[in-house]
């Protein structure tokens, strides 16, 4: 299987402090990973760096043929509307945008908007019915589905997870999970940032952190590929 | 989607930028007022001047003077001339003209200075005369004639009586059908019509002045007085400078006095907008991180927050304009007791200055270009 993202010798410090060591791995498309690790050990700087919300100190991040540390501020713009989908755990709508615009804004930013594919999207993720809410209209499972189909609408090549249940009760964690689950059966390419191993287990790999260094990267103990 | 992202803005940040569009109604409704009035206080303002009297003097050049009888009189002229030339030049630009012949008559054997003039223009050259009794509305009428307050007081005349004046070895006759108070010299002479004293002073179609009152600015004015020079080169004609000139300077003060007070107001509509858009930027900071991680570039991302800005400026300036242009009718109302008409190009100008000074004090928002996504996401 074609190797999507590709991360070499990755580096990254905030002044004194190396929040990311020497970090390499290799991920495949569609593979599910879960990236692990306790509060600071560097699990979202991975994250933003591999988005092209950050840039590294040194080292590599490929993602599908791009090495993000070498784009500049334009190229990274293209960059995160092209190819990746964000999922953030506090959902990050904009809170006087229907659902159907928070999605249509990563349209309009990726090329041009189709309104009839946003509603499309959100009748994928089961909100049909909620397409002209505004976000403080929804409950919080709904508003991170929205933002799972604003992560899908422009087609990306990698969907970055943070913690994207981090925020929900555990009916929402479900929906969440298996719409995830859905999208990896599709063949999309998942990193996901996780504290919990009951969810990491769903992933194919887990990527574990501590103090900015990878420590380990295992397969998933899901049975049908332990 | 861009105006969609554009209204959607505006109306969710309603409440916030409540303050911002009020500084912009009432700056654009002060602006398109003072700019109505500096149009039109103009010709108000000529109009106001006019009742100050004539703003331009035909005399005869100096010369020979005339004699009377064998008394010397100042220089006369020809009245049919000064009339022909009149006839040649654009009667809308005089709003009143007048001869006059001046003799020093006597009456009740005390000497007392006779104007004879065309009495229907009087009240139009002399308009701040305040009169007791009737003005006469035909030059043709003889029989009648307005006494100054003083003449009135030591000649003991009242309104009706009548009055004999004699000049030489002639005399003539006419009745007291106004008192006047002018506050200056015609308060000690007797106003008369032209024939009753060309007839008096034995000097039939001689003038001894004419006046004019001409409407326009000083340039105008000056203009009309050159032209009269070149139809009337034997007599002098010149403009009365204390009224023309005063006007001149009240008009250019009155123009800086309504420049600085548009700059100050748009310094002052810019400073609350910025204000406004300075707590409005922090805010979406936010917003911002989320449409640079979406791919949103930051030229793009400005540009919608520009155009929200642009909307409430158009808009603002717009609503102000309208507004300021009843504010200008009841000022014009109130100042000058005659409306001042809205002027179209006083539309676009207004709209056009508030635009430019929103999107000036929408200055903050070039604070946006520096956010850092993944910094404003993790602390959100």
């Known amino acids: 299987m074609a190797t999507l993202v590709q991360v070499e010798n990755l580096r990254k410090e905030f002044g004194n402090v190396r929040a990311l060591d020497d970090v390499s791995f290799r991920v495949n498309a569609g593979e599910w990973i879960a990236i692990m690790g306790p509060s600071g050990s560097g699990k979202t700087t991975l994250i933003n760096i591999l988005g092209g919300l950050d840039t590294p100190t040194a080292g590599q991040a490929i993602v ?163 | 989607m861009f105006w969609r992202l554009v209204f959607q803005l505006l109306r969710g940040s309603r409440g916030r930028l409540a303050v911002a569009i009020l500084a912009i109604v009432s700056g654009a409704a002060v602006i398109s007022a003072l700019l109505n009035l500096d149009l039109g206080v103009q010709n108000k303002l000529t109009q106001e001047f006019r009742t100050l009297g004539a703003n331009i003097v035909i005399s005869p050049a100096n010369g020979t003077p005339a004699q009377i009888s064998g008394a010397e009189v100042p220089s006369l002229m020809p009245q049919r001339d000064v009339l022909a030339a009149l006839q040649q030049l654009p009667s809308a630009q005089v709003s009143a003209a007048a001869p006059y012949l001046y003799v020093v008559a006597r009456a009740q054997n005390i000497p007392v200075v006779v104007a004879g003039t065309w ?62 108070d002018a506050g200056g010299a015609e308060d000690n002479q007797i106003v008369a019509s032209l024939r009753t004293v060309q007839s008096l002073a034995n000097l039939p179609g001689q003038i001894g002045v004419a006046q004019l009152s001409v409407t326009g600015t000083t340039q105008v004015i000056a203009d009309y007085a050159a032209r009269l020079t070149s139809a009337l080169p034997q007599y002098q004609v010149r403009p009365i400078r204390q009224v023309a000139e005063a006007e001149g300077a009240l008009l250019g003060r009155i123009r800086l006095l309504i420049v600085s007070m548009v700059l100050l107001i748009l310094i002052l509509t810019a400073l609350c907008v910025l204000g406004t858009m300075a707590a409005l930027a922090m805010e979406r900071r936010k917003d911002v991180g989320l449409m640079k991680s979406l791919g949103g570039s930051i030229s793009r991302i400005v540009g919608i927050f520009l155009a929200e800005v642009g909307v409430l400026g158009a808009a603002g300036g717009l609503l102000g304009t309208i507004l300021g242009a009843a504010l200008s009718y009841w000022m014009g109302l109130r100042v000058f007791g005659t409306a001042i008409a809205p002027r179209w190009e006083v539309f676009p100008v207004t709209v056009a200055l508030m635009i430019l000074v929103t999107l000036a004090g929408a200055l903050p928002l070039r604070m946006l270009g520096n956010v850092k996504p993944a910094e404003i996401l993790r602390g959100a």
Request: negative net charge; contains cysteine; aromatic residues 4%.
């Open chain 2, 119 to 180: 009495l229907d223009q009087a009240q139009k050259l002399d308009a701040t005369w305040k009169l007791e009794g009737n003005w006469v509305a035909s030059r043709e009428d003889d029989s009648h004639c307005l006494v100054g307050r003083n003449v009135a007081r030591r000649l003991h005349l009242a309104l009706g009586n009548p009055l004999e004046l004699h000049y030489l070895d002639r005399s003539a006759q006419c009745s007291v059908a106004g008192i006047m």
């Open chain 1, 64 to 226: 599908d043929g791009t090495d993000v540390a070498r784009l500049d501020e334009a190229g990274l713009t293209r960059f995160r509307a092209e190819k990746i989908g964000f999922i953030f755990q506090q959902f990050h709508l904009v809170p006087y945008l229907t659902a159907v615009e928070n999605v249509m804004l990563a349209q309009y930013f990726h090329s041009t908007t189709d309104e009839k594919e946003a509603q499309q999207a959100l009748e994928r993720v089961g909100l049909g019915d909620r397409i002209e809410h505004l976000p403080t209209q929804l409950s919080g499972g709904e508003q991170q589905r929205v933002a799972v189909a604003r992560a899908l609408i422009n087609h990306p090549k990698l969907i970055l997870a943070d913690e994207p249940t981090g925020n929900l009760d555990e009916a929402n964690e479900e929906i969440v999970l298996s719409l995830l689950r859905e999208l990896h059966t599709e063949g999309h390419t998942i990193l996901m940032v996780t504290h919990a191993p009951s969810i990491g287990r769903l992933a194919d790999r887990r990527i574990e952190f501590a103090h900015g260094h990878l420590v380990h990267a295992a397969a998933s103990l899901k049975p049908e590929l332990a």
